[in-house]
Each structure stands twice: as structure tokens, then as C-alpha cells.
């Protein structure tokens, strides 16, 4: 099993840059498909990004181009790097993993364990 703690949020001008990060214990995450996903107020979760063991990447088209999944194992963590930020990608964002995602990386009830989620909050 592992546990997921996510960190880095905050408040941000829009066109502005924030890295969000996740931080595994219990188990090396080396062994875990890992995923971001955010929800906003009064509406449903969304998937964001997943880093498959592998190193395939997915990005929703909402954020290609602006966001980037990746992660250091030596230091057991995986990053959300946010660049040119809009007020729409306000939302509490959660690090997600599981131990074999298969295909429905973007959908939120094929993960296994969530982190508590970091508010982000983006000004116009």
C-alpha cells in the first residue's frame, strides 16, 4: 500500500507558474501508475495527467502544452509542473496511484489511493 501527500499549491496571477508535488511512502512508487486530477467548485473531478511505471505520459488536452507530469524516484516524488496559468484551472488537485492503471488513466474510479488534495487558485 502506498500513501500519497500533495504539496505546492496556492495563489497565482493568471499567465503565472506553480509546480505541485506528490509525495509517496509506504512503497517505493516505482512500482505505481501515477496520476493528477482536480476539481473544482461545484464540479466533478477531472483528470489532469498520469505517468504510467513505464514513463508513457497522458495530458488532458485542457492542459497540454502548458502542464507537465514527471517525477524523481530518488526522492519517491511526482510533480505537476503548471505554466501559463488560467483562472479556469482553479481547483483542489490530487495526486492519484495504483499499482497497474491499464487504459482508464483518465477515469477517477479506476485509482486505488488519493492523496487529501492542495487548493490552486488562479486570478485574473
Known amino acids: 500500500q502506498v500513501q500519497v501527500v500533495e504539496s505546492g499549491g496556492g495563489l497565482v496571477q493568471a499567465g503565472g507558474s506553480l509546480r505541485l508535488s506528490c509525495a509517496a511512502s509506504?512503497?517505493?512508487?516505482?512500482?505505481?501508475?501515477m496520476g493528477w486530477f482536480r476539481q473544482a467548485p461545484g464540479k466533478e473531478r477531472e483528470f489532469v495527467a498520469a505517468l504510467k511505471r513505464a514513463g508513457t505520459t497522458y495530458h488532458a488536452d485542457s492542459v497540454k502544452g502548458r502542464f507537465t507530469i514527471s517525477r524523481d524516484g530518488a526522492k519517491n516524488t511526482m510533480y505537476l509542473q503548471m505554466n501559463s496559468l488560467k483562472p479556469e484551472d482553479t481547483a483542489v488537485y490530487y495526486c492519484a496511484a495504483d499499482d497497474g492503471i491499464g487504459g482508464n488513466y483518465y477515469s477517477t474510479v479506476a485509482w486505488d489511493y488519493w492523496g487529501q488534495g492542495t487548493q490552486v487558485t488562479v486570478s485574473s
Open positions: 509506504g512503497r517505493t512508487f516505482s512500482g505505481y501508475d
